[in-house]
């Protein structure tokens, strides 16, 4: 009977089948879909998977060990790729035993490490060991893939000398002899070179963003720098690229960083990261045209269909993504969603002037918030504010365009969701810790009652700004009054007797919530007053005013106005005095960091510096 | 506790049997109800034809009678494993599934255009399962994995935005629900609310409900409450007549349920919360749906209901005297049976009228069960009391506004003037009012509010003497006589046969007011008749006129009324005959005062008529000699005598300053006239036309004391009319007992006191016979 070659043909062929199955179903792979190409790449590991089991059912021997070690390598790529690592795993420490017993030597072993440096000593120059060096191969993609890059250092001289030999190896060999060789030995799904090759940028990669993070951006650099110059896909150069940026960004050097990722865009044009990170360093050097312009592109390209994505791993079966997991790099790598990128952008052009801009972005911004496509899913930790605090933001932009109108509409929202739910007294004590919670009154889902207050009191403040806008005085002392009595709702408990302001480090929230309260309650009091100036009504404008500068001492707006009424009221003298404090008053309030519809409104009655200089000369010549 | 029973109708008979928690049934397909046994199989009945139309099946083995569905692999859209339950919202198709140490909701996009029937996962949601509670371990591990409960919750005002979006779900509505926009608000936050996104509740065998806002960027799975025990049932119920659900109720196995609902009154903070009521009805719940008020479980043994409403909450309390704040078990009503029993799977199909509900019980039979119709009262949905306050302060301030607005311009003034105009007009109706009172009741002269005297008097004036007459008019009414009243003064001859035009000699005066203040008198003179050409006696009536005209200005009127221009209200003040003994000019220089008047009878023409002419017969016959042919032969002098008596003169005579005929005659003071009488004095005079007239009253003594007065002068013209005017003073005072008379019948009075009233006037007219002479 002439069975074991036959059996070993038939093996060899179903393996051949396999293979050249699972080729064409991944060269066609561009077009099918995601779910597609999982459910072959299923089928094809669990037929490997059989195929492996029939030629192991045997003991190991010689002859049958070259099949056996391709089996295995094809049935782990496809186990990899389907992120079954564990089963991967497995099967190569099972391989490697049996390559030991074939050998002759025995593995009293469970370390990994110990188990390959055996196995790879023992099969020696054998015909065996290209075999086990791809069967380390992918060991190695495990280990990255598991993110222990500890183990690929450990076996750092086998991967080099590996690299040597699968990449030149077969390029030295002629092309008739590598023919020969090939046509007996197996086929394999995934060409060892290529897996090497793609094995090396990654790790260079996965370490890069290891060291950095560690804070060792130099020698990261250098590393990353060398990784560059490998043979790869335009996205992976493009990481080292990118991940060189950031080192140099990281050791201070802005300029040379912008120039690493331009070539990492120039690289790779899809590298959004890039364009995030070169916007981060704009905002660093204060170059606001350039941020926001890095801020649209971005925007831009995030909202690009990712139709192209497939390329980067559609002809092999592992893609680099797979390999690239660990949570460093995927931090260095992360780039927020296009909704924040779009507020951002938002937000700035607003506050660099470029108003009109800013109000299209906030429209955009809100319409997207509001379309059915809109889910839920991108859960990172949301840097979007609050829905409220949009609308608010958005009713401001649109006021500072002179559209009070749209801006009311936005403001009407606001108070219409809320103000059913502001409770009629709250109590905003000093924070102590822990018990704070509960006082505070947090309803059911942890919404605070107090933000819902002051959104609602911000709505109307707003509105109040928006019938100054338009001169209608009734309507506006109407608007400001309403605000002014959701803020006196508010009851401050001091605990420990602490200024009216808290230092910033007291806690941040309710910080911002008591700052946020009296620079409303400031500019309601100050602006209603400064409407009843309008109105003639002076002595109810001098108490307006003069609340107001109680309550938030800093806001010249105030002071330059009740120097004014006072002014008006014949009290000329104490009104010069006014005028001069206001004007010792330096304030660096930081504007960028307030709300923006807490921002002085930038329409209305406004007063003339040099003029009431003049007056006080005048005043004080007769 | 319901009485009567419920009809069980059973419609059809399922090959299977035993007790299984995944037995579904599945309305809302037009008349097909679908049910899915939790095995392999699902049965289409069709509710028309009363049968199993289909079977959908997943295995493909024997055949059975109703036709077969296959499914083949391509129908495959997700290949997950243990999904416990999904549910399809828009195109997103939702599965919650347990894996390993984590529940996950995983999202997967339903394909709309494109042929692919593969669903596109697109995120997913973990929530770690947390170590089962006690009691629910136990049993977790003898029987299979419990399912879970998916809902989908609405805000009350997305239905309303988006009507097709709404009618498009509405076939697969079962598990969609409607809340009401401040418990969605306060349950699930302002963001959900205001992105309007729904929110996918789920209840997990774990006891919690967790929620998840599904169009929220950045939003996690939370956890709403812990029922601390296997969820069964997720529901909302109490739908108000605008379709929100107002009550989100959640039931576990153990029969312990919570209803979440809005508390309005609030608790320390004023404003509304979301209150949490948790109570414990007999359990274990198998099953359960909901209607608009109720929720209805089956235990197995028997199928209860439990109202949900809002009225059924505020009886139950006030029969317990309890507060409604006190959310404990007792605010949740007891359910009442309804005494079906072995129910594995409920549903409600939604019909209108009585209620349905379709069962299938634990043989295997889908049975229609109806409920024997209860009370139906909906509670009344009412605005929010916070919203309809501050509607009413934004209406309040813009009335305020709009008030301040218009006050100051214009419109100001306009009002001004309209209330100005108002108050005219009321005074014009308050007058006429009161001067139609006084025709009507007959007031007393010197009491009515306004009236009027007048006095005549000669005058010389460029050698020519004339007699002009004072008219006084005394307003003692509580109204100003202001612009638009018009003293209008007529004066006409009584006999107009002398003239030939007739009309045309009557002589209109009118003198308008300005501002006759109450207890003001308004004196106006007019001109009667130069000496000589006068045709007296002549009448003199005199009349309030009040014209619209002059009060709305005249350009206004003509704009707007145009038929208003000659309206005007007239009112008759009083009327009064100029007769000769007013127009006589005295010319003895002792009586500075002006001539007397003497009562003589007249020739009257009225109802008592006869009553009173028998007797002037009578009386002419004795005492009128007759003036012409008695006068005649003495040198050329008419004359005329009237004799009266004297008592009768003091009489009539002695009460006249409060007598009403005095007012009206006021031109003679009555006590001169007296004395004159008495004097026997002799008074020349002048008449109007310039005839020199001699009036002798003496007294003669007949029978009693009577006056007689005697007129003579050369001009019968002067003679005839003197004997008249002094002939009328005398019909005036018969007119007054007349008066009282009629005045006796035209009053109701009791006819008692009619008859004495007619017996003290005939005493009178017996006692004094010369009444009239």
């Known amino acids: ?622 | 506790v319901m009485e009567g029973r419920c009809a069980v109708e059973t419609w059809a008979q399922f090959g299977f049997s035993g007790r299984s928690y995944k037995v579904k049934i599945l309305c809302g397909f037009g008349t097909d109800v679908l049910i899915c046994t939790g095995t392999e199989e699902i049965y289409v009945f069709s509710k028309r034809e009363r049968k199993i139309t289909a079977s959908i099946r997943f295995t493909s083995d024997a055949s059975s009678s109703p036709a077969e569905l296959k499914i083949s692999q391509e129908c495959l859209v997700v290949g997950a494993d243990e999904v416990s339950s999904l549910l399809l919202v828009g195109s997103v198709l939702l599965t919650l599934c347990q894996r390993d140490a984590s529940w996950l909701l995983t999202l997967y996009k339903t394909p709309k255009q494109t042929a692919s029937t593969s669903h596109e996962e697109f995120g997913s949601f973990h929530l770690p399962v947390v170590s089962a509670v006690d009691c629910g371990a136990a049993e977790s591990n003898r029987g299979p994995r419990k399912g879970s409960v998916l809902i989908c919750i609405h805000s009350g005002d997305v239905e309303a935005s988006s009507p097709s979006n709404a009618s498009a779900e509405s076939t697969v509505a079962q598990d969609h629900f409607h809340l009401e926009p401040l418990l969605f608000k306060l349950l699930f936050g302002v963001e959900a609310a205001l992105a309007k996104s729904p929110v996918i509740l789920c209840g997990l065998p774990d006891g919690r409900l967790c929620f998840l806002p599904l169009r929220l960027p950045g939003s996690r799975l939370r956890v709403l409450h812990s029922l601390e025990q296997p969820v069964c049932f997720v529901g909302a119920s109490v739908v108000t007549e605008t379709g929100h659900a107002q009550c989100l109720v959640a039931a576990g196995e153990q029969g312990r349920v919570v209803l979440i609902k809005t508390d309005k009154a609030g608790s320390e903070g004023g404003s509304a919360m979301a209150a949490f009521t948790e109570g414990c009805v007999p359990g274990p719940v198998w099953c359960g749906c909901m209607d608009k008020s109720c929720f209805y479980y089956s235990t197995g043994a028997d199928l209860l209901r439990l109202d949900l409403s809002e009225g059924s909450f505020a009886r139950e309390s006030k029969e317990r005297g309890e507060e409604t704040s006190g959310m404990t078990a007792a605010a949740l009503q007891s359910p009442s049976s309804l005494n079906v029993c072995r129910v594995i799977a409920l549903a409600e199909p939604a019909c209108t009228g009585d209620v349905q509900l379709l069962g299938v019980s634990a043989r295997g039979q889908l049975q229609r069960i109806c409920l024997p119709a209860g009370r139906v009262d909906e509670g009344s949905s009412k605005l929010p009391s916070t919203q309809v306050s501050r509607s009413v302060r934004d209406l309040l301030s813009a009335i305020g506004d709009v008030c301040e607005r218009y006050a100051s311009s214009v419109l100001k003034t306009v009002i001004k003037s309209k209330n100005q105009f108002l108050r005219l007009l009321n005074h014009a109706v308050s007058v006429s009012f009161l001067l139609m009172a006084d025709t009507t009741t007959d007031l007393p002269i010197k009491e009515k509010p306004i009236r009027c005297h007048f006095e005549t008097s000669w005058s010389r004036l460029l050698q020519k003497d004339s007699l002009s007459l004072v008219c006084f008019l005394h307003n003692s009414s509580p109204f100003v006589l202001e612009r638009g009243w018009t003293l209008s003064i007529t004066v006409s001859p009584l006999s107009y046969s002398s003239s030939p035009a007739g009309e045309s000699s009557s002589t209109n005066f009118s003198f308008p007011f300005h501002d006759l203040r109450p207890g003001q008198t308004f004196e106006a003179s007019l001109p009667i008749a130069a000496a000589g050409d006068a045709s007296f006696p002549m009448t003199v009536s005199c009349s309030l006129i009040f014209s619209l005209s002059s009060l709305l200005g005249e350009e206004e009127v003509a704009a707007s009324f145009a038929g208003l221009q000659s309206s005007c209200i007239s009112l008759p003040l009083s009327t009064l005959t100029v007769d000769w003994l007013h127009a006589l000019q005295l010319n003895s220089p002792t009586a500075a005062h002006k001539m007397a008047t003497v009562q003589p009878s007249s020739a009257a023409a009225d109802s008592i008529q006869t009553f009173l002419s028998s007797r002037q017969l009578r009386c002419s016959g004795r005492t009128n000699k007759g003036g012409e042919s008695a006068a005649k032969p003495e040198s050329e002098k008419y004359s005329a005598s009237v004799w009266v008596s004297s008592e009768i003169v003091r009489d009539t005579l002695k009460p006249k300053k409060s007598s009403n005929l005095d007012a009206k005659e006021s031109i003679r003071d009555p006590e001169d006239l007296y004395k004159i009488a008495l004097s026997t004095s002799v008074a020349h005079a002048r008449g109007p036309n310039g005839a020199a007239m001699k009036l002798t009253v003496k007294e003669v003594n007949h029978k009693e004391a009577t006056i007689e007065v005697q007129i003579e002068s050369s001009s019968l013209a002067a003679v005839c009319g003197l004997h008249h005017a002094v002939l009328r003073r005398i019909q005036i005072k018969a007119r007054l007992c007349f008066f009282q008379i009629s005045g006796a019948f035209g009053e109701v009075v009791s006819t008692v006191q009619r008859d004495r009233l007619l017996l003290s006037v005939y005493q009178e007219l017996r006692r004094n016979p010369l009444l009239i002479v």
């Open chain 1, 1 to 622: 009977m002439y069975q074991p070659p036959s059996l070993l043909e038939k093996w060899s062929q179903e393996n051949n089948e396999l293979v050249n199955k699972c080729k064409q179903q991944e060269a066609g792979g561009g077009a099918v879909s995601r779910d597609h190409r999982q459910s072959s790449l299923r089928w094809c590991s669990s037929e490997f998977h059989k195929l492996l089991r029939k030629i192991q059912g045997i003991p190991p021997h010689v002859d049958h060990s070259q099949l056996e070690l391709a089996v295995v390598y094809n049935t782990c790529v496809c186990f990899t790729a389907q992120s079954q690592f564990s089963e991967a795993e497995l099967l190569l420490k099972e391989a490697t035993e049996r390559v030991l017993q074939v050998t002759g030597n025995n593995a009293d072993t469970s370390d990994p490490l110990v188990l390959w440096r055996a196995g790879l000593k023992s099969a020696g120059n054998t015909a065996l060991h290209p075999h086990v060096l791809y069967l380390l191969c992918l060991q190695w993609a495990l280990w990255l893939a598991k993110c222990q890059l500890e183990n690929i250092g450990e076996l750092q001289e086998q991967m080099s000398s590996l690299c040597e030999i699968v990449c030149d190896g077969v390029g030295d060999c002629s092309p008739s002899e590598a023919k020969g060789r090939l046509s007996k030995s197996p086929l394999l799904v995934m060409e060892p070179k290529r897996l090497t090759e793609l094995l090396q940028i990654c790790t260079s990669i996965a370490q890069g963003a290891e060291k950095l993070n560690e804070g060792r951006s130099s020698e990261a650099l250098s590393d990353l720098q060398a990784a560059s110059a490998l043979p790869a896909t335009r996205a992976l150069v493009a990481y080292t690229h990118l991940l060189s940026g950031s080192c140099l960004a990281h050791m201070n050097r802005p300029q040379m960083a912008l120039q690493c990722y331009k070539r990492a865009l120039e690289t790779d044009s899809r590298c959004v990261c890039a364009l995030y990170r070169s916007m981060l360093i704009y905002r660093q050097l204060g170059n606001t045209q350039a941020e926001i312009q890095a801020l649209r592109l971005l925007h831009s390209t995030l909202m690009l269909p990712p139709a192209t994505e497939p390329v980067l791993g559609g002809i092999q079966p592992l893609s680099p993504s797979l390999l690239l997991s660990s949570q460093s790099l995927s931090r260095l790598l992360s780039v927020p969603s296009a909704l924040s990128v779009l507020y951002s952008l938002a937000l700035k052009c607003v506050l660099s002037g470029r108003v009109t801009e800013g109000v299209e972005h906030y429209l955009d911004l809100l319409a997207a918030l509001h379309s059915e496509d809109q889910h839920a899913v991108d859960a990172e930790v949301s840097v979007l504010p609050r829905m409220l605090e949009l609308y608010l933001e958005a009713g401001t932009a649109l006021l500072f365009t002179r559209r009070p109108a749209d801006c009311m509409a936005f403001c009407n929202e606001v108070i219409s969701t809320t103000l059913e739910l502001v409770p009629e007294k709250v109590v905003l004590e000093e924070p102590e810790e822990g018990i704070g919670g509960d006082a505070r009154g947090l309803s059911v889902e942890g919404e605070d009652k107090v933000a819902m207050l002051l959104w609602a009191a911000a709505a109307y403040l707003l509105q109040g700004h928006c019938h100054t806008h338009l001169k209608d005085w009734k309507q506006a002392v109407t608007h400001y009054t309403r605000c002014i009595n959701l803020l006196v709702k508010v009851h401050l408990k001091n605990r420990d007797f602490q200024p009216q302001i808290p230092a910033a480090d007291v806690n941040v929230k309710h910080g911002k919530d008591l700052c946020t309260l009296q620079r409303m309650k400031g500019l309601s009091l100050a602006w209603r007053g400064i409407s009843f100036t309008q109105m003639d009504q002076l002595r109810e404008a001098l108490r307006d005013l003069q609340l107001s500068l109680q309550a938030f001492p800093d806001y010249t707006g105030a002071g330059l106005w009740c120097g004014e009424v006072l002014w008006r009221l014949g009290r000329k003298h104490e009104a010069a005095a006014c005028w001069e404090k206001t004007w010792s008053l330096t304030t660096q309030t930081s504007v960028e960091k307030l709300p923006l519809y807490l921002q002085d409104p930038q329409s209305g009655p406004l007063l003339d510096s040099v003029e009431l200089r003049l007056r006080i000369q005048e005043l004080g010549l007769t």
